[in-house]
């Protein structure tokens, strides 16, 4: 519904509105050649036409020229708005970039990453626990608390050989299991 004393037909009300509908697709146009992108184009006049419609209507002389100089503004505006953005966007890089990295890096992993790597670890815990018992006490033992063969041997009470063997077909047999 239009505020009382204005009209909801875009060729009634100010002249500067009259002339916003007339040179509206010169105005698109005009913009778009700046910012080589017609949807900001667009989204720009569109800001243009909200600012003048929500001016009281006055007696301009020159409304094209006004039209032009305030979306030349919006442009410089949006121009701004843009490079803040951009320069906050660096910042914020580089206030997150690991130190000493190649590649830029964020220090979290990505939520998608870490519901992919606690499956995976809930898979192959699963895979371990159905392990044979003397395989998989020698996969534990050397593979995930970090024992050498020979402490393995030693906690089990069997060979280092027989350990070597235990491991070699507990890891084969996760691999089998765990194949997509």
Do not use: C
């Not at 906050?88 to 190649?102: H, K, L, S």
């Not at 070597?164 to 997509?180: F, K």
């Amino acid at each position: 519904m239009a505020p009382a004393g204005r009209s909801e037909r875009p060729g009634d009300g100010s002249p500067l509105v009259r002339a916003f509908f007339e040179k509206r697709e010169n105005l698109v146009l005009f913009l778009a050649a700046r910012t080589r992108d017609m949807a900001t184009a667009e989204d720009l006049v569109q800001d243009l036409y909200l600012k003048i419609a929500a001016q009281p209507p006055e007696d301009v002389k020159s409304p094209s020229a006004l039209l032009y100089r305030m979306a030349g503004n919006l442009l410089i505006d949006h121009v701004r708005s843009r490079q803040r953005a951009s320069r906050r966007e660096g910042q914020w890089r580089m206030d997150t970039r690991v130190a000493g990295a190649e590649e830029e890096v964020a220090q979290e992993p990505a939520a998608d990453d870490v519901v992919i790597g606690r499956e995976r670890a809930r898979m192959l815990a699963e895979a371990v626990a159905a392990l044979p018992p003397k395989m998989g006490q020698a996969f534990r033992l050397h593979k995930l608390e970090g024992r050498s063969q020979a402490e393995t041997a030693q906690a089990m009470g069997v060979s280092v050989k027989m350990v070597e063997q235990h491991i070699s077909a507990a890891l084969r047999n996760l691999t089998q299991r765990l194949r997509p």
